[in-house]
Each structure stands twice: as C-alpha cells, then as structure tokens.
C-alpha cells in the first residue's frame, strides 16, 4: 500500500497510508468539533485535506486569487533573534522591500507591554523614523504577559505560590491587582505609540497567562477604542482554550475560563478589537494531517461567525506549523493553504 | 517562515496591492474579499489583478503609491502614504499626524 510522508507535530517525518491521513484528519476535526461544540469539518474539506497531504509537492500554495493578508507578531525581534546585525529601521524595510509583506510590526526585544513602558520614550523616534520611510500599515506589537506582575518579576504576591498552599482566594486578590497594574501598562504604550502615529497595536499571544490576562487585554482594549475610535487593534490568543487560572473572571456577563476561540472572538469584537487572531495549539505527538484538520476547523468557526478580519496564528507550535524552531517548508506551506481555504481566513 | 507563507499565502505587500488590501482590513474592519474588491475598484482594476506583481507595478508606478525597486523620484515612504490615503479615501494616522505638524489642513 503506497505511503505519504508527512510529518508529527514536532516536525519529525512519518510516512501514512492514505487512509490513515483520511483517519487521523476525521480524528482531528472530531476533536476540535467536540471540545468547541462546533460543526466538524464537512465531507469535501475532509477530501481536500487529505489530497494536500497525499501532493508529492515539496511547497504548496493556495490557488491564485486567493492570496491573504500577512501580519506578523514580534515583527522586528526576528532578526535580532536570528543575530543578523541590522537595526529595527532596517528590518522593516527588509520586510517591506525583500519579503513582501503586507504589514510591519515594530517591537521591543522583550515583547511584553511592561518592560516597554519605561522605554517607550526610545520606540516612539524608531517609530516616528520608520513611518517616514517605509510604506506598508505599520503595527505597534507587545505581548499583555500578566505573568511579569508577579513576584519575583513584579509587585503582585505570586498565585503560583499561593495556590499550593490553598489561598484561593488571596491568588485571586493577586490576579485582581495584576490586571489593574497591566492594563495601565497596555493603555499607556498603546497610547504613546498611536500618538506616534503607528497605524496599529497589536496584542500578541493574549491570555498566556490564563482568563485573568486574557480579561486585563479586553479591558485595556476597550479603554483604547473609547479613546482612539479610528485605531486598529489586532489581538492574537495564545491557545484555543482560556485556562482558568482565576476561574472566576467575567467579561460582560461571560466567563471567560474554558473559552474556545470562536466565543474568545465574541468578546474580542465587543471590547473593540480590529482583527481578530485565533491560535490552536499543536499536539506534538499527533500527526499533521490530525492537527491542521483541528486548527482549521478552530479558525473557520471564527470565521463564519465573526465580523471582523481574522488572522489566524501560524508561527511555530501553532495553527497547523509544527513545533520546531526550523519548520520545514513542506509542513508550513500545507498548514497555510488549509488554513487558509479550508479555515477561511483574512489573513495569517 | 516569514518567506514560506509569503509563497504559500501572501499577497505579496508592495510587490502588489498587499499594503493597500491591508489598510482596508485595519481601517475599515473589511473581510478580505470585501477588501480585495473596494480596492480593484479604486485602482480600476480587476480582483485578480490586485495580487498581480507585473500588473501592480505598472499601476503603483502609474499613480506613484511607490514601489519595490529604487527608482529616481518615485514615492518612497510619507510620501506614497499621503497619496494611498487619498485614492483609498482613507485616514492614515501618520500622514494626519505629519500633516498637522507642517500647518497642511487635515
């Protein structure tokens, strides 16, 4: 019986029979349909899937006419990350100029919206110069990260600790400050930078810490577009599921733990967000096909329920690319058109 | 990463109209075929075209909403945002921004 390859969630090469792509691909959208409570993925995008893994190709790409918008998180740290020895001006331009994209973003080598705060007063000429320079929207981006309040890192009593110990009720206490103390941080630098004049903040990687961050983000939003009517805000999640950390958090009457992306992009549109970015975890030990069918069916409830844009989120670990620091062409190229023509997305 | 989408999905920023489809999104909260449609009909072109490299590089070069390559007195940065802004009849924050602080009206 002929065999495919195709690869594991980390990345790592596997070769199946097409009928157990076809399996695992059932598998996959069950699992989404199941926990979301939404529609699996119907008989023909099933088929679809399965003819995307059994293409010899080693690139695939979604037919023409169907191109999307590309927006990217931690835009200008990628380089540094990389040690390419070039300023944050010159990797946007580079962006711009050599990689085709739609969009920039403009960020801080720590991502998160608290060490940016005492910076700020250093982004906003970078920001300032990039605009005069450079043509494509350009975005603000950082990360809420409620986690850096705590101590040690901040001035909130650590949950982590507390819970252990059954103080309940005092690690709730702790996250009520944390969020208080956060969203002052993401109105300010929100504000500076748009004063600055980007085009657009970007909330990168929402609720890491669970349902208290994910709700400090929507306050802190909602605060920005009463201010700003005209900004754009972009919120990209940073799972499927809102853990619970708090377990008791409400965002206008609704609870925010266990929430799945097409009911975290409810709220993200009543808060005031612009395009809307769901993430679905990769399952390491599951195969490709089992986690692209999931992640896509994840996204296209967003996207048949949702008004605004959706970018999903496909870097590493997410959305279909498998978590690897170096995803392999073939396996990001298919996560990408299925998410794209299957997941129907605005952009990625 | 940023490459293999841009193969595999992208509509290829100012090599095209990416930019300009973008700004619908952003600025208008437009889906994306909603977007890829208002600005074909700006520019006058069709939907298809707006993800073409040969056609869009005649058409930035035509209206001057700047372009990839280094080309002498072509628009470059403001500049190619002051008139985007106005062909999409849109507000760009940096170009009220910069007008206001060169006494332009807004």
């Not at chain 1, 980390?10 to 939404?38: H, L």
């Not at chain 1, 925010?256 to 009543?270: S, W």
């Amino acid at each position: 019986m002929e065999k495919y390859k195709t690869r594991m969630g980390d990345g790592f090469s596997v070769e199946m029979t097409e009928a157990e792509i076809q399996r695992d691909i059932e598998e996959g959208t069950q699992d989404a349909a199941n926990r979301a409570k939404i529609p699996p993925l119907t008989g023909d995008e099933i088929r679809y899937l399965v003819e995307l893994f059994k293409s010899p190709d080693n690139a695939v790409g979604v037919k023409r006419g169907n191109e999307v918008i590309l927006s990217y998180d931690s835009g200008t740290t990628k380089f540094k990350r990389a040690n390419v020895s070039v300023s944050k001006i010159q990797s946007l331009q580079i962006y711009e100029r050599m990689l085709g994209s739609d969009t920039l973003e403009l960020a801080h080598i720590d991502y998160s919206f608290k060490p940016v705060k005492p910076i700020v007063v250093f982004e906003q000429p970078i920001l300032e110069q990039a605009l005069l320079m450079t043509i494509p929207p350009l975005f603000y981006g950082a990360m809420p990260n409620l986690g850096l309040y705590s101590q040690p890192d901040g001035p909130c009593a650590n949950p982590a600790d507390l819970l252990p110990k059954g103080k309940i009720a005092e690690a709730r206490a702790s996250y009520a400050e944390a969020v208080e103390h956060a969203v002052k941080d993401m109105v300010y630098v929100g504000s500076e930078m748009y004063e600055s004049g980007a085009d657009g903040i970007n909330f990168d990687t929402a609720a890491a810490a669970g349902d208290a961050e994910f709700l400090a983000t929507l306050k802190a939003i909602e605060i920005l577009r009463k201010k700003y009517p005209k900004m754009c805000i972009m919120m990209g999640m940073a799972s499927e599921f809102i853990l619970g950390m708090h377990g008791e958090v409400f965002y206008d009457g609704v609870r925010l733990a266990g929430l799945y992306p097409h009911k975290q992009l409810e709220l993200a549109e009543k808060a005031g967000v612009t395009i809307f970015g769901p993430t679905t975890n990769i399952v390491t030990n599951r195969s490709l096909p089992w986690n692209i069918a999931r992640s896509v069916n994840f996204a296209q409830a967003c996207a048949d329920r949702g008004h605004i844009p959706c970018h999903a989120c496909m870097g590493m670990g997410v959305g279909g690319v498998p978590l690897t620091l170096s995803p392999p062409v073939d396996a990001l190229t298919r996560a990408s058109k299925a998410m794209v023509e299957i997941g129907r997305m605005d952009g990625l | 990463m940023a490459i293999s989408h841009g193969i595999a999905s992208g509509m290829g920023g100012i090599r095209t109209a990416g930019d300009l489809v973008a700004r619908m999104q952003m600025t208008r909260g437009m889906k994306i075929r909603e977007a890829k449609k208002y600005v074909a009909e700006k520019l006058k072109i069709s939907v298809e075209d707006v993800a073409d490299p040969v056609v869009m590089a005649e058409v930035r070069e035509d209206l001057d909403l700047g372009l990839v390559n280094a080309i002498p007195r072509v628009t470059k940065g403001m500049d190619a945002k002051f008139r985007i802004a106005d062909i999409l009849g849109i507000e760009i924050n940096c170009v009220s921004r910069f007008k206001r602080k060169v006494g332009l009206s807004v």
